[in-house]
């Protein structure tokens, strides 16, 4: 297998890795970099489960290959959080009991970070249009929705 | 009794406290099993499964897969002689003479990368010679279907258990109670209705996984995603022939479950190739595809109901009769037929009832336990049965409902009595909000409208000697550590066992931590995290946990200081006394004790409680009638409704309103509680509408997300109202009982009765798709297609 060496900003940090032709973004940042906040689900691009910022984009990261991340930014869920303070949708979902088993949580996050990033006041519909990508099993989304809202109104009111 | 102490007495439970887990979950910092890294020494596990619904094996040549660089081990069934099984040990880790569904495990190869672990698989070439499946339960029961289990009576199966030897039937469940056939004569209205409720799977988002690693003394260590970790040691060690002893298992967060990581399964695969390589840690994690079919699955259901009722709209009699497509092996299939079995006439007092209820062989993917456990599929059929009734004497159903529903003292299908329950108040409340006998037009002329209302109940089915246990610590800052070995699935256990730790001791929520990862070697036993049962169950031994290291603090305190026992208490992690207003925080004596009144010498000692709960009053039933004083523990009842539209253009349905009501005796966190009422409405509503296994000539054409469509956030209700109602249970923490499963247990017949209110068709059975929906309408002529 012909290997590859990139260089990559990973949650702030900048990387230098040595990766294989096959090996999925998603491989790289739970095997190589052991952020194993991105979780596997299907490896398929059809769950969510692995969801990270691509140059501020939401991607499957099991369906972008690492080669592809040469010189990219990729914001994981580890990311989120700075300093020990939570991103703004950590606290709300947490408020608003969004969080059951957990797996599906980081990729909700990041899809959520991704939604407000480009359209800080969404409308409901627009979350849910947000979220199609990602399935949750346990909680019926409907507290997850109310914590993207949460965390939009409190963003508003703080700017 | 006045005293200085600031303290006010305050209790976290019956307050929704934010989860213990959260903050780890939200930052990726949690653990699952597949998150563990194991380093150089790890070895890749693939299995080589089946193609065929039934077969014998003729030959297995794994010469081409050894020779492959890389490859580790190649086993197969010829290693592993023995059976395993939660109730009924029918099956082999690997396949040994014959594969009974496509998907059973033939061989398992460990190689140093996934890709040769999977590239070996291939290699193996597997001879066998088709034999003739059986594809449906009903011809399996009957005489001349092709025995799938010769060897059936010669299994080892739990006492109440009735396997049919010479036959596909691993267990057969009746019930006989008054005379059915009398009974029939007196009615005023008789229904008589077939359903067919298809496989469905759990498909948690986290796949199954399993590390184990084999010690050269043979000691066995198995990371797996479980429900189930001190079963699992139990009945891996058996199987190997090993002592309990010496197999540990440690189980991490579980991304999921709904009853698909309960028992074993899968991860007797990974110990057993693990056997081969000592020293590595093995790692099989299951492709999604494979989640589908080789994990377990909900099994099917065909259900003949007839019931009828005078012209009060008393409910006379039942007769009903379930064939449980079970699949290859029954070994815990066995106990939902048992538990659809008890509980065959939903939550109604019915005086005459004949009862069959049959776990049938098909070489179908493997059923198991899953949310709900056999009553979801029960209700879907009996329930809808009930409104038709009401109907044929014209009576409003609710109405209906009301005079036949469980109340305290109802006699039961098993003999005995009900305990108190709240379902009346749970079916009031739940017509009322969803606003029943209000007809509502609907929003738009190519749309109707319709509501439907649907009652369940659900007992923990379990063997009456379940245990579970807890340990309770105080650390030298006087902080709480909580030892259990239930597991949190994501419905909340570890939260909920933090409060009632809190509450039992007499220390802030805050304080108190989990000893966790559930590990056998470290944690307190527990039969299974299963059945709706910790919250009760576990929730007791904490209690009794707490108690005991309360008791050592206050026999401590009452001996340094001189006072009566009466008057102390443990307030907000602070000893009292009522009398003379002392107090001490527990950080002051929790490890190192208090010098003795008279200063020579010590008293105390690190402080740890035990508890440990078993239920000791359920009896065996009768195994001609059924009939026993108690069956189960007790049940959890509740109602949903619904109120929705049918697209008359497209058969899509378009949920506006849903209400849920359960009786949960005392909901310790009640912001968990409402979630998992709602989380398992939305699992029902994605049952009701979308999902089904389709099974063409036993293989799943659907094994994949795009194929297998399960509810996303652009499918929720647009509004939803859980309303908790509280009858407690004599022998309940506080009075709770559970409420993981009972959420999507009347969903679907909640949803058929509406779609019936709105269209006037019934279906033998769910997914109600869109597409099944419009073509029935163009049938009945409600839509004429496009012009």
């Not at chain 2, 903050?23 to 020494?41: H, L, M, P, S, W």
């Not at chain 2, 299995?47 to 190649?74: F, Q």
């Not at chain 2, 209700?379 to 009576?395: F, N, P, R, S, W």
């Not at chain 2, 009301?402 to 299908?413: A, E, H, T």
Request: with cysteine; net charge negative.
């Amino acid at each position: 297998m012909a290997m590859h060496t990139i260089n990559l900003t990973v949650n702030g940090s900048r990387e230098s890795l040595v990766v294989p032709s096959n090996m999925t973004l998603m491989r790289m940042l739970r095997e190589t970099l052991a952020l194993t906040g991105t979780k596997n689900g299907c490896s398929a691009g059809e769950c969510g489960a692995c969801t990270v910022l691509f140059n501020g984009e939401p991607v499957n990261s099991c369906m972008v290959l690492a080669v592809e991340c040469d010189e990219a930014e990729i914001v994981t869920v580890e990311g989120l959080a700075h300093d020990q303070q939570l991103d703004p949708l950590q606290d709300a979902i947490i408020q608003a009991g969004g969080v059951q088993c957990g797996f599906c949580t980081p990729g909700i996050l990041i899809s959520a970070r991704a939604l407000l990033n480009r359209n800080p006041n969404p409308s409901e519909e627009e979350i849910k249009e947000a979220l199609v990508g990602n399935l949750c099993r346990c909680t019926g989304y409907v507290r997850i929705i109310k914590s993207i809202q949460e965390a939009a109104r409190m963003a508003a009111a703080a700017s | 009794m006045p005293h200085k102490s600031t303290k006010e007495k305050l209790s976290p439970v019956g307050e929704s406290m934010p989860r213990i887990d959260a903050r780890e979950k939200v930052t990726g910092a949690a653990q699952y099993a597949d998150d563990i890294q194991f380093g150089n020494r790890l070895l890749h596990a693939r299995i080589v499964r089946s193609p065929h619904p039934h077969a014998r094996i003729i030959h297995v040549d794994a010469s081409k897969a050894l020779a492959l660089p890389g490859v580790k081990a190649v086993v197969t069934g010829k290693d592993f002689p023995g059976y395993i099984g939660l109730y009924l040990k029918d099956r082999h880790i690997f396949c040994r003479d014959r594969v009974r569904y496509v998907g059973d495990p033939v061989a398992g190869v460990a190689a140093v990368t996934d890709e040769i672990a999977e590239r070996a698989a291939r290699l193996i070439e597997v001879e066998y010679e088709l034999l003739e499946p059986v594809l449906d339960p009903e011809y399996g029961a009957s005489h001349g279907a092709p025995l799938l289990h010769p060897d059936l009576e010669q299994y080892t199966v739990a006492s109440f258990i009735m396997p049919k030897p010479r036959t596909n039937i691993s267990n057969h469940f009746k019930i006989r109670k008054g005379d059915v056939t009398s009974a029939w004569k007196e009615c005023k209205a008789v229904i008589e209705r077939r359903y067919h409720i298809p496989h469905i799977q759990h498909v948690p988002i986290e796949p199954h996984v399993a590390i184990a690693r084999v010690e050269q003394t043979g000691e066995i260590t198995l990371w797996d995603s479980s429900q189930s970790p001190f079963a699992q040691r139990d009945l891996i060690a058996e199987t190997l022939g090993i002592s309990q002893s010496e197999m540990r298992v440690i189980a991490p967060l579980v991304g999921g479950g709904f009853g698909s990581k309960a028992g074993v399964s899968m991860e007797s695969l990974a110990v057993a190739i693990a056997t081969k390589v000592k020293g590595y840690a093995v790692k099989l994690l299951l492709t999604r595809e494979e989640e589908f079919y080789t994990a377990f699955v909900r099994q099917g259901l065909v259900a003949y109901f007839k019931l009828g009722c005078d012209a009060d709209g008393h409910l006379l009699a039942m007769e009903n009769t379930f064939y449980w497509d079970g699949g290859a092996y029954t070994e815990y299939g066995v106990n939902i037929t048992r538990a659809a079995g008890y509980s065959c006439t939903g939550p109604y007092e019915v005086p005459n009832i004949h009862t069959d209820s049959y776990c049938v062989y098909t070489n179908h993917p493997v059923g198991g336990p899953m949310r709900g456990f056999g009553m979801p599929e029960l209700h879907a059929g009996l329930e809808q049965c009930i409104d038709e009734l009401a109907e044929q004497i014209g009576m409003d159903a609710v109405e209906f409902r009301r005079r036949n529903c469980l109340k305290g003292g109802s006699s039961l299908p098993t003999g005995g009595k009900m305990h108190p329950t709240g379902l009346t108040e749970c079916l009031e409340k739940t017509a009322e909000a969803i606003g029943w006998g209000h007809k509502s037009p609907p929003s738009a002329p190519n749309k109707r409208r319709g509501k439907g209302l649907a009652l369940m109940w659900k007992a923990p089915a379990m063997p009456g000697n379940a245990g579970s246990s807890a340990w309770i610590e105080l650390a030298e800052d006087g902080k709480l550590t909580l030892g259990v070995g239930c597991q949190d699935i994501g419905q909340g256990a570890f939260t909920v066992a933090a409060q009632m730790a809190a509450a039992a001791f007499g220390i802030p929520y805050e304080s108190v931590r989990l000893a966790t990862p559930v590990d056998t070697r470290y944690s307190p036993y527990e039969w299974q995290t299963v059945a709706s049962r910790i919250t009760w169950s576990t929730g007791n031994a904490i209690i009794q946990a707490a108690h005991d290291a309360r008791d050592q603090v206050l026999d401590l305190i009452s001996q340094a200081w001189g006072e009566n026992r009466e008057d102390l208490d443990i307030v907000n992690g602070t000893v009292i006394s009522y009398k003379s207003e002392r107090e001490m925080p527990v950080k002051d004596f929790a490890v190192k004790g208090l010098p003795k009144p008279d200063g020579k010498g010590w008293i105390g000692g690190p402080i740890i409680g035990r508890g440990n709960f078993m239920p000791t009053d359920v009896t065996g039933l009768d195994p001609e009638t059924g009939q026993g004083d108690h069956a189960v523990v007790h049940f959890t009842t509740g109602a949903q409704a619904f109120d929705l539209e049918v697209d008359l253009d497209t058969g899509r349905v378009e949920i506006l309103k849903a209400v849920a009501s359960f009786d949960v005796g005392k909901a310790i966190n009640p912001d968990l509680t409402r979630a998992q009422m709602e989380g398992g409405l939305i699992q029902g509503i994605s049952s009701a509408l979308f999902e089904r296994l389709q099974l063409k000539d036993g293989r799943v054409a659907n094994p994949s997300f795009v194929d297998y469509r399960i509810a996303t956030a652009a499918d929720l209700p647009r509004s939803m109202q859980s309303i908790i109602v509280e009858v407690p249970q004599d022998d309940g923490p506080w009075g709770a009982r559970g409420i993981g499963e009972h959420s999507m247990v009347p969903t679907i017949p909640a949803i058929a009765n509406a779609i019936y209110d709105a269209i006037g068709i019934r279906f033998d059975g769910p997914p109600f798709t869109a597409e099944k929906i419009y073509l029935a309408m163009l049938e009945a002529g409600i839509v004429h297609g496009p012009a």
